[in-house]
């Protein structure tokens, strides 16, 4: 056939359906689905609600902060520091716990209130030093970590206030483990905040074309100082859950997290540039890493070679933002 001929209508209908589906992120349910079913066949355990509970609760962690962090990567920064973070945030609120007297609500308030220190800390030294996100956030992964080991002298702080774990550990809301029901009011959350406000509209603006944004009256620099702090708050609210689960703050929690959070992020249709993304596709992408590392554990799979396919799988994720901006 020559260069000149048309192509067969099948091959150009298949095409069409190729390139639609990577330019509307549609691929990520594809590849969410065709997992579960590959998983299905693998190994018999997979599809029991059982297991399901168990992926969901693995994956609260990531997909809590994946809310953040896709109002950051849509408004055009990067937040690598998330996973010290929320080891900072969880240190804290242990420490100041067993100040008085276990209170739950307590701990809980601190948490909250360091991640959104850290994160206001990140927005602010991006927007006044006119230096990369990425930068930054890179220093304070280091310093959040840091301060974590320092102020426990790298031993895990106990956690004994039984309403603490039960909020946001080991209960249930109507047969729901707390930590997916966590994940799902941070995902409406997220969803209202980003899909049907006008600050939502703000951070795709100002993600797109910043400069742009500005000259059109919107306050880019407090966008991205708000976005960052949120970002910091959630994972305070994930060093919550992290920590009533295990019942104990560690230091050391959460070491490379950011990179999950991250490639959930963009498997779920952020583009690395800004401008695009959804809460959904970030909460899918999240669940495609969980869906991947819970099948390759039920069959047996080294988890050498599991680190090495969640390499791969952000090597794929990438290739796919690059082909979404073109």
Avoid at 86 to 110: D, N, Q, R
Avoid at 228 to 233: D, Q, R, S, W
Avoid at 294 to 312: E, F, H, I, M, T
Wanted: charged share 10%.
């Amino acid at each position: 056939m020559s260069d000149t001929e048309p192509e067969p209508a099948v091959a150009l209908t298949l095409k069409n359906a190729w390139h639609t589906l990577i330019a509307t992120g549609g691929l990520i349910y594809v590849g969410l689905l065709a997992l579960m079913i590959a998983f299905a066949f693998a190994s018999p355990v997979f599809l029991t609600a059982e297991n399901f509970a168990n992926i969901g609760r693995q994956t609260t962690l990531v997909s809590i902060m994946a809310v953040g962090m896709a109002l950051v990567i849509i408004n055009g920064e990067f937040d690598l520091s998330v996973g010290s973070t929320m080891a900072l945030s969880g240190v804290f609120a242990a420490i100041t716990m067993k100040m008085v007297g276990h209170e739950w609500i307590v701990g809980a308030v601190v948490a909250l209130a360091t991640g959104a220190m850290v994160g206001m800390v990140n927005g602010l030294l991006t927007v006044k030093l006119m230096m990369p996100s990425f930068l930054i956030t890179l220093g304070s992964l280091s310093i959040a970590r840091g301060l974590a080991l320092l102020v426990t002298g790298t031993r895990p702080v106990n956690i004994l206030s039984e309403d603490y774990v039960m909020i946001f550990g080991e209960g249930h809301v109507v047969g729901i483990p707390v930590p997916i029901v966590w994940t799902i009011v941070c995902t409406i959350g997220g969803i209202i905040l980003l899909h049907f406000s006008t600050f939502g509209r703000k951070i795709y603006a100002t993600g797109g074309n910043t400069t742009a944004a500005r000259y059109s009256g919107i306050n880019t620099d407090f966008v991205k100082v708000t976005t960052l702090t949120i970002t910091g708050m959630l994972a305070g609210l994930a060093a919550l859950v992290l920590t009533a689960r295990s019942h104990a703050a560690r230091p050391d929690a959460g070491a490379g997290i950011e990179l999950d959070v991250i490639a959930a992020v963009i498997l779920g249709g952020a583009a690395l540039g800004g401008g695009t993304g959804t809460i959904v596709g970030a909460l899918v992408g999240s669940l495609i890493i969980g869906v991947l590392n819970n099948g390759l554990n039920l069959v047996g799979v080294d988890p050498s070679l599991q680190l090495a396919v969640k390499g791969l799988i952000i090597w794929f994720a990438i290739a796919l933002s690059r082909r979404r901006v073109r």
